[in-house]
């Protein structure tokens, strides 16, 4: 029984979700779809690619998973399907695999190209349902890969933005925002640990000081912030049950500033 | 192995959608439920019906669709099962299903009154979970349809808006404003091509202008609305990479004129 | 075939629910997860406690109840299962389970300790994916519930906010708003009908009158507020085809009062 697992930018007030899913289970009708999220922020190629490297690692070996954030449906972009060590991955080629593969590297690259696995008329504005499931579903009756086109050598890369090392500061940006309104900044775990190599350090962020690195929301005081390495590996930072992002005032794209003292 | 296709305006707040699930598994669990949406706009029977119209054909022979939109909940409203060719419809009489009826002629319909089949006592207030789903589910187990009540010779019909047609305009109307801030018209692409048989046409939307028909988002300068015919086949405008109902200050409701030049 | 019911304050923005039942499938592929709601407000034990009450009964016999709201992650809380007459719940000890276990009495409850089921290394932050999910997946293939850790004798418990019952007066106080802006109060269906007895009552709601208990949403003219016992079998004030919430101006946490004349 094949599981995939569905990533895209479609909300749910649509019927998006659930007709891609549909056309997946009349090709294949024993398949199992887990949603990753729908709520990618509209046409945010790099959210999504975050999302994805935080999930993927979860799932059972041999998971489809269907990345679809495609500002750029219809055009020349390419859609690809990229088998690793131990899963496939079937997206538009616009960089939202690029920050999964740097983890799990590509074994094969296949630009999908046979129409024959389409819905007819393909649309210009929904190929999530007109290919992308499609070839999902087909894929997981164990279709060959290179049945679906050409082997290419090459995807569309992304990267996070670069967060600022200096000698003594480290500047951070916030790259995500979860639905608690926690900050979730670009520093994984390793640089920061590397950065501070156990001195103290402050992090100033409005009229608040952090100055250590909590193991959980509840080690601080109600409406102070606090900093700690997230579940997904990287430097966060939150408010013991509330919204750090609405109190704090910052959202996506502000920067956090860690300074050695 | 069926399959139900399940639109509501449940919302996915309460605990609505995973109760009705809950007792169709508890008379079917080989069951498979695919959401096609739950946020339809509260109580808007036709958004249903449009949604439902854009959905159905991308489904799997044999599925059961289970659309509540229920604004008569409790009162004196029919409930019915219809059988096309292809589907099954479990569904409050109100006119939900008079979109897709037009497609798919209804082969038999069922008036939904043997209440052997019912949750008991059943509510006033939730359906859904009393009644409908319990007819999905025994359905689901290939109850004869007659068992289930009277064979009824007719339903409820709703219409879209009406689009008015003159010689040289066409003035639609928007009927549903998706998650990406695209307007859908009540033009389909039969009408809309009919009318402008090849000949240059524009349509003035604040202070911008179209004078094409666009074959997906990208197709146009940032900022300056497309016209395009979409996914589901009608006429829409949008804007690429941005949300054109924001922008523009459109919504469902609103009238569009295209004319001829 | 398990099936899992599941509830949270994890949203759908986020990938932690596609995340936790990613978990649960890796280790037993066959069961069925139906969601019961992610959108309980954040970290509102109570509010979950009532949803869960709410629902679980329609669950068929044997589910497994994963049960996550959990403001204390990483503290010194437990994590317990508890079984059932009927069911399984697994969840943070913070009183989330109170309700329904004075409906359903434990019969055994485990404090989760043995770490040979956990996801390695444990976050201190995320234990719905390194913990729960982990021992739903293994109860589901009827590991003994012994081995999850020890037995203890007792459970946290939370109570909903009382009522305040005078000879003439019934204060009501609204513990929960529906998507559809449905006010829901305190009141069970028992305690209303035992204050009134058949007397004459009225509930003054702003400049609005309610002086008797409606059957359902169209027992009342538009735009004019009305009382019902709803499809939960609580004391609910409603407006026909429309959001009480809002044009009453009423939220969680105000007061209702019913007076007999």
Redesign the interface.
């Known amino acids: 029984?094949a599981?995939v697992?569905f990533?895209s930018d479609?909300?749910?007030?649509?019927?998006?979700?659930?007709?891609v899913?549909?056309?997946i289970?009349?090709i294949n009708?024993?398949v199992?779809i887990?949603?990753?999220?729908?709520?990618v922020r509209?046409?945010d190629i790099l959210e999504a690619s975050f999302?994805l490297k935080?999930?993927y690692r979860?799932?059972?070996k041999g998971?489809i998973f269907l990345t679809v954030v495609d500002?750029?449906?219809?055009?020349k972009r390419k859609a690809i399907i990229v088998k690793t060590k131990d899963f496939y991955f079937v997206s538009p080629d616009n960089g939202l695999l690029s920050l999964v593969l740097k983890e799990e590297p590509p074994l094969k690259i296949v630009e999908i190209t046979n129409d024959k696995y389409f819905l007819k008329p393909v649309?210009?504005?929904?190929q999530a349902?007109?290919i992308f499931a499609c070839v999902v579903g087909y894929l997981s009756l164990k279709e060959p890969l290179g049945n679906f086109g050409k082997v290419i050598s090459s995807f569309k890369t992304l990267e996070l933005p670069p967060f600022q090392l200096k000698k003594k500061t480290l500047e951070a940006e916030i790259i995500y925002v979860?639905?608690?309104g926690n900050l979730v900044t670009n520093i994984d775990e390793k640089t920061f640990k590397d950065f501070i190599r156990e001195k103290k350090f402050k992090i100033k962020i409005g009229r608040f000081l952090i100055d250590k690195l909590s193991?959980?929301?509840?080690?601080a005081e109600p409406f102070k912030p606090l900093a700690?390495i997230?579940?997904f590996g990287y430097l966060e930072i939150s408010l013991k049950?509330n919204?750090a992002s609405e109190v704090l005032k910052l959202k996506k794209g502000d920067k956090i500033k860690v300074e050695l003292l």
Chains 1, 2, 3 share one sequence.
């Open positions: 029984m599981l697992g990533l479609f909300g749910l007030k649509d019927n998006f979700v659930g007709v899913k549909a056309v289970l009349k009708p024993s199992k887990v949603d990753i999220s729908h709520e509209p046409q999302i935080s999930s979860f799932f059972p998971t500002p750029g449906v219809g055009s649309s210009f504005t929904f349902r007109d979860d639905r608690f193991l959980n929301y509840t080690q700690l997230d579940s049950e919204n």
